[in-house]
């Protein structure tokens, strides 16, 4: 099919397509499918919203007997019992076990429509606007979230002020011996900072489109006790790395906290379905009835994709397969990529991977890798600071087979453009 009716009629705006510029039809497991019947390996997986693959087969089932029972589309916010299922559900897999008490509340049907509420919620139960961000956040594009997302070339659109945040840097990315924990809390103890009170400190506990900065469990352990301190609500944003992609459900786990606020999107309806919900302390939702409001808060089939998707993670045992998938990941980017050039830095958790090659003298060394990759029929997306960063998301569910397949046409596509120095 040819792509100039998307040229023609589809707004300027549309990016990923400029990556990718086939005609995708069909797609099952980790792999997508042209309309010519071509195959490409996904390692893109929906930005994150795919970890349990395309058309995955359990989850798929739930959905279709649902919608051939006719059971309730729309729900508002009325009480469903797919949504009670849902609920329910996610106490058992996930919060019981974990000793883990929330409140839930649905959301509009984008990460961006979660973070809005968090804030709200945040500043209205605080009293304080003022909000702590990292550099290198990305938190979503709607006013109040992209106030919180530090790409200019996003914010340089908003075309009104983004105020009420302070930027401070994430964990390895301030200058030199920078310590932004100690910068922090001076912040919050000097009464010449000059700063106001935050009502919350927001972050992803590894960086997904700044360029997959993992923060240590040390430093998320050291940020928390100091909210704690200072009485300053901790809100992690786990839309990207949440939902098992970290090798546990929750990627604060690693950590030992528990967040006042966690914001999941997503991979949460685990069929690609638009979701988004806050898991709230419990004395924190001091919302009135209907005050944060909207018609599409709790999709009823992504409520039923959600439920199927938390039995499929624990009949297939998938924190322990993403645990082992990712050290041979890990081991692969090491000795069959880093190794290619001092240059190459990768890092990563869990199946969340990132081969940062900022370090060369071109400075689209990762977007001509990517290019390289897509037409050996892989798909793969760059992230960072200048997009100098390849970001590997690949399905939690990937066959072993087709996950070597993949990596080895990334190091290929790293040789071609880095060439073979360290290993001569
Ligand atoms: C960590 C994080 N937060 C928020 C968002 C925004 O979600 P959405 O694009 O669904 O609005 C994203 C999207 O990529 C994300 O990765």
Known sequence: ?????????????????????????????????????????DFLMGAGALNYGHNNEYIKRSLLDYMQGD????????????KSEFITAF?????????LHYKFQFCGPTG??????????????????????FMGAYHGLSLGSLALTSNQYHRQVAGVGLNNVTFIPFEQNGPEGFDSLAY??????????????????????????GGINVASAEWLAALYAICKRHDVLFICDDIQIGCGRSGEFFSFERAGITPDIVVLSKSLSGYGLPMSMLLIRPDLDIWKPGEHNGTFRGY?????????????REAEGLDAAVQRKASYVTRFLEDEIAALDDRIEVRGLGLMQGI????????LMAKKIAQDCFKRQLIVECVGREDKVLKLLPALTIEDDVLERALEILRDACLQHIGQKALS
């Open 1 to 41: 099919m040819l792509t100039n009716i998307f040229e023609t009629f589809e707004s300027n705006v549309r990016s990923y397509s400029r990556s990718y510029p086939v005609v995708f039809q069909k797609a099952k497991g980790s792999i997508l499918y042209t309309d010519n019947g071509k195959e490409y390996i």
């Open 71 to 82: 059971y309730i589309m729309q729900g508002l916010d009325m009480f469903t019992v797919a």
């Open 91 to 99: 106490n058992q897999h996930l919060l019981e076990p974990k000793s």
């Open 112 to 133: 961006t429509n979660a973070i809005e509420a968090a804030l709200k919620l945040a500043r209205t139960y605080t009293k304080r606007s003022n909000v702590v961000a």
């Open 184 to 209: 922090f809390e001076m912040m919050l103890e000097d009464s010449h900072s000059g700063i106001e009170k935050p009502a919350a400190v927001i972050l992803e506990t590894v960086q997904a489109e």
């Open 300 to 312: 009823q089939l992504a409520f039923v994709g959600g439920k199927a998707a938390l039995e499929f």
């Open 356 to 363: 940062d090659l900022s370090r060369f003298r071109d400075p």
